[in-house]
């Protein structure tokens, strides 16, 4: 088994023992607000970011410090690893993979694997264990790499927001339409497709089973299935819903192997309180 790091950025929102369990190694992304900034999982806690978002205070994130990644990457480098994957956030929804790219030239190592995931948080971690696994498993880098770029190539993730307060702030939709789908008491759900370039509008409906149904239809039209995938299941204070998606989900396709994740800054920032957050991805 060789010795491998894994580096992330903190939006793959893992918890403290899921860090120390998983041995990864975070570079946290950067939340502002009032023109004050905190390290995300350092300075500020979710709940005070919840907090943040409750007030309806302008709350903005930005990619990990190049001065703080480098110092990590110098530390994992003066432990000699046989290997370093950094998973990075998808360019889609940060600047974070440029802050990696750069601070691996600096430090100037070349068993470096960057990986742009093309996503965020739920494909992260599974690509995080699908690490661990094949190397205890005896997998080459060439494989796990080879796995992963399986995971990340083929995964999507769907945005369901309770109200469009911070989807307008984000700029995901206009006041115009935000106005148009409160008059008309409709919901909106948004949807980050596999590589794409930004979050995207996919359906608006006036209910919440029928924007289930939207999620559980493409669900069958990429033959998602828990036979083959697995299911991470994100929300910021609106845990009632996604048990009710679970229910849905699992009543509709039959029952997934899932997790359970805490919404992280990068995502609820755009969503706002009350929002959810599904992802499928394949199985390791």
């Known amino acids: 088994m060789k010795k491998i790091a894994i580096l992330c950025d903190s939006s793959v929102s893992l ?12 570079a946290p992304l950067i939340i502002t607000n009032n023109n004050v900034s905190y390290i995300d999982g350092v300075d ?25 990644t480098i110092e990590i990457l110098q530390d994992l480098k003066a432990q000699n690893f046989d290997h370093i994957f950094i998973l990075s956030i998808g360019t889609a929804l940060s600047g974070a993979y440029g802050s990696f790219a750069h601070a691996v030239n600096e430090v100037g190592q070349e068993n470096i694997t960057l990986i742009n995931t093309y996503s965020i948080t ?23 790499t080879a796995a992963l770029n399986n995971i990340f190539d083929n995964q999507i993730s769907y945005l369901y927001p309770k109200t469009l307060t911070q989807v307008i702030k984000s700029g995901r939709v206009s006041r115009a339409s935000a106005t148009v789908a409160s008059l008309l008491k409709v919901r909106v759900l ?52 996604l048990l009710e998606f679970k229910e849905f989900l699992f009543d509709s396709l039959g029952e997934f192997k899932h997790f359970f994740v805490n919404l992280p800054a990068a995502v609820a920032t755009h969503g706002g309180l009350g929002c959810i957050a599904v992802q499928w991805c394949p199985k390791i």
């Open 122 to 144: 739920g494909p992260v971690q599974q690509g995080v264990r699908a690490i661990r696994k094949m190397n205890e498993d005896g997998k080459s880098i060439e494989e796990i």
């Open 190 to 241: 948004l949807a980050l497709e596999n590589k794409a370039e930004a979050i995207e509008k996919l359906a608006i409906a006036r209910s919440n089973k029928k924007i289930f149904e939207t999620i559980v239809s493409d669900f069958k039209k990429h033959l998602v299935a828990p036979e083959t995938h697995d299911i991470y299941l994100l929300e910021s204070e609106g845990m009632d819903t």
């Open 15 to 26: 918890t403290t023992e899921q860090v120390n369990e998983l041995d990864v190694h975070i």
């Open 44 to 68: 500020i806690t979710n709940v005070e970011l919840n907090n943040m978002l409750r007030n309806n205070e302008d709350v903005t994130t930005s990619q990990p410090s190049i001065g703080a």
